[in-house]
């Protein structure tokens, strides 16, 4: 089991419709773990839930961490127990991780969709800071439904901000493949926001040349899967020697922990990346949306909380 942080909700601000972000800073009052732009903390709610939220604030103040939920009301409950906490609250949360950390660039695009623009804050405050040209590109359905527009405002990157609302006028909508092809092919691109959305500027990547190597996403929530035509299989544990099956209606982490085999895991959608496990042998069927294709192709690692066996026997190295 992953150690965790007790904090206390210091501030809680309305940020849009139904976008509240929360600053969070620890009991005792010491500082915070270090974190690079990109990160996300584990949020550890009532129920047992674990959701996983992007830290948008100054990365380099270690005082506090901020991140700002959405609520919706289709989801699977982490949002609106994050909207329930109130000032003053404690919670606990894991330190941050970074799957999603910027890589070395000439220059930057970075495209955010709805609530996907918290980790996109913290990106553009650090190459601000390095001095690296970028633009950063925030689509929301309506000005109502756009969090922090006042800070990217008064930002003083704020040059390099475009805003663009689906109810506004044609003019200012996001011509994406016009934005690419001007920032060049040594771009990378950045994307965070709904799976919609992020299909469309990978699509828009590929048509403006951009190789799909220079193209960073990150997902909230993975797609849903059929799973009417799953299989069992078996599983070998390299390294204890033990064979295990996974039945058609249970994950193999569902079978690991069964057995006494501790996997730490978070989101348990295929999205975090936490659980990643690596494969010795055998073909996984990839179901998580962490992976890129090449990483996919390589089959030797998978998600075991969401992704099962092509073949009739994975060799894990566990």
Do not use: W
């Not at 839930?49 to 919706?72: E, F, H, K, P, T």
């Not at 997902?219 to 204890?240: H, I």
């Amino acid at each position: 089991m992953m150690e965790t942080i007790e904090v206390v909700v210091a501030r809680k601000t309305a940020e849009a419709e139904r976008i509240a972000s929360f600053e969070l800073v620890r009991t005792d009052g010491t500082p915070l773990p270090p974190y690079t732009a990109g990160a996300h903390i584990d949020v550890h709610l009532p129920g047992g839930m674990v959701r996983q939220y992007s830290l948008c604030g100054d990365a380099g103040d270690a005082s506090r961490y901020r991140i700002a939920v959405l609520r919706d009301p289709a989801s699977r409950g982490g949002s609106e127990a994050v909207h329930a906490l109130r000032e003053g609250g404690t919670l606990r949360i894991s330190a941050p991780r970074n799957h999603f950390r910027l890589v070395p660039a000439p220059r930057y695009v970075l495209l955010a969709g709805g609530i996907g623009i918290t980790p996109m804050i913290a990106m553009a405050q650090e190459l601000h800071s390095a001095d690296i040209p970028f633009t950063l590109h925030y689509c929301a359905r309506s000005p109502a439904q756009a969090a922090f527009q006042y800070q990217l405002a008064q930002a003083p990157y704020s040059g390099n901000v475009q805003l663009h609302f689906d109810d506004g006028v044609t003019e200012q909508r996001l011509a994406l493949e016009r934005v690419l092809r001007e920032a060049g092919p040594d771009c990378h691109v950045y994307v965070c926001g709904p799976g919609g959305f992020i299909g469309f500027v990978e699509a828009g990547a590929t048509a403006a040349g951009i190789p799909a190597a220079q193209v960073h996403r990150e997902y909230f929530n993975a797609a849903p899967v059929d799973t009417s035509g799953d299989s069992g299989f078996e599983l070998a544990l390299a390294r204890s020697g033990r064979r295990l099956r996974v039945p058609a209606g249970q994950s193999v982490l569902q079978v690991l922990h069964a057995a006494g085999v501790d996997i730490p895991v978070s989101c348990e959608q295929g999205v975090c990346g936490t659980c990643v496990t690596r494969v010795l042998e055998g073909v996984p069927e990839h179901r998580d949306m962490f992976f890129t294709d090449q990483e996919r192709a390589a089959n030797d690692q998978f998600t075991p909380c969401c992704s099962r066996s092509k073949s009739p026997l994975l060799v894990l190295d566990l």
